[in-house]
């Protein structure tokens, strides 16, 4: 049985969700921890051969920046207890995603068995680049024409079309070296915890009882549209901190440690989990440009902006999120964790006025 058979989304589904992802140590002794981490490093490159220091990331994973014979590399481990394995998939992912010609870091090594280190590993191209999210905030990029290449990219991705649906089965990849979903149907996936979440949000008060009613029943009246013949690659975690890039290019898509096999309009709507409607046109002009939208397009993406930020704001509830100031990636120059709190529950109305016809786009 896979780690994710019963995970729709990591961050709020495994089994640790309130623990620290970046504590550090085998049973949180940290020697234990650092000599595993030297034996490791030592095995790839020889003894006295790099030198490594904490990567200043904000992920899932514990992330070290590598030097050795002149050349940087990022080590990225996961020693979460629930043993996962999905670092193989990721792999996997990051060299199909790179074929179709998009660019991804390039993968040196990765292993996930825990049988010589306490835990999984990836060491991975460094990419000397700064992410989207950073610039844009900066006022250093011009947002549109990053999100019409945005748009090309996940038309180039969508190209790969794995077996069924959801989460990938690591054991099958292993075995068979093939993506193959852990699901039967979409819909399976797509209602995967769904009570679980909207019942933590109304328990936390971040919803009320009007809400939940409203959400639960314009979400069966539109379930008819989870009815796909064929998933496609879904990165399940796009936004502008996951993209790296300098003011003019986009050098690297990162972190598809979510990827699974999903709907069309998927990485679309997650995009506009954060962004305005100006910025998911120019999304859809990169993509039209390759590509027709999917059939039944709005009402796909306003159903699954609607699951992505029930989720999300699971997570930022989980995580403290809404007690963060303008340091944390999440929240713009001035503003604050009430500021994210009340733009979270604007896209989550928003999102259900679009599943009723009242909103379009542009309104985001």
């Known amino acids: 049985m896979s780690n994710r058979q019963n995970v729709y989304y990591w961050k709020c589904d495994r089994q640790s969700a309130l623990q620290s992802f970046h504590k ?38 514990i992330n070290y920046i590598v030097e050795s014979a002149g050349n940087n590399f990022f080590l990225r481990i996961e020693n979460g207890s629930e043993g996962d394995k999905y670092m193989e998939v990721e792999a996997k992912v990051l060299d199909l995603v790179r074929s179709v010609g998009v660019p991804t870091p390039k993968v040196y090594a ?59 089965n690591q054991q099958i990849l292993s075995q068979e070296n093939s993506l193959i979903g852990l699901h039967k149907t979409y819909k399976d996936y797509f209602f995967l915890n769904w009570d679980k979440h909207l019942d933590y949000l109304l328990t936390n008060e971040f919803i009320n009882e009007n809400d939940y009613q409203e959400i639960q029943i314009l979400v069966k009246e539109n379930s008819w549209c989870l009815q796909i013949e064929k998933g496609v690659l879904v990165h399940k975690d796009l936004a502008l901190w996951n993209i790296l890039g300098t003011e003019r290019k986009v050098k690297s898509f990162i972190d598809w440690d979510d990827v699974i096999s999903g709907d069309s309009t998927d990485d679309i709507s997650l995009l506009a989990c954060y962004h305005s409607g100006q910025f998911i046109n120019s999304v859809l002009i990169g993509y039209q ?68 016809g009242k909103a379009n786009i542009i309104d985001l």
Request: net charge positive; glycine share 8%; hydrophobic share 40%.
């Open 289 to 356: 440009r390759e590509k027709d939208l999917p059939e039944n397009f709005l009402v796909r993406f306003w159903l699954h902006l609607l699951r992505n930020m029930i989720v999300k704001s699971v997570i930022r509830i989980l995580y403290g999120y809404f007690n963060r100031d303008q340091t944390f990636f999440l929240i713009g120059k001035g503003e604050s964790g009430e500021g994210l709190k009340n733009f979270t529950k604007g896209r989550i109305k928003l999102a259900c006025e679009g599943l009723k």
């Open 24 to 61: 550090i140590g085998v049973n949180n002794r940290e020697f234990d921890f650092e000599s595993s981490v030297n034996t490791l490093l030592t095995k790839i490159f020889g003894a006295n051969s790099y030198l490594y220091r904490p990567a200043d990331s904000q992920g899932n994973h």
């Open 110 to 168: 990765v292993d996930v068995s825990r049988q010589i280190f306490p835990f999984s590993y990836q060491l991975i191209e460094y990419i000397n680049a700064k992410d989207l999210n950073i610039l844009w905030k900066n006022g250093k990029i011009n947002l549109p024409s990053f999100g019409q290449i945005i748009g090309y990219s996940i038309v180039k991705w969508q190209q790969i079309q794995p077996q069924e649906f959801g989460l990938f």
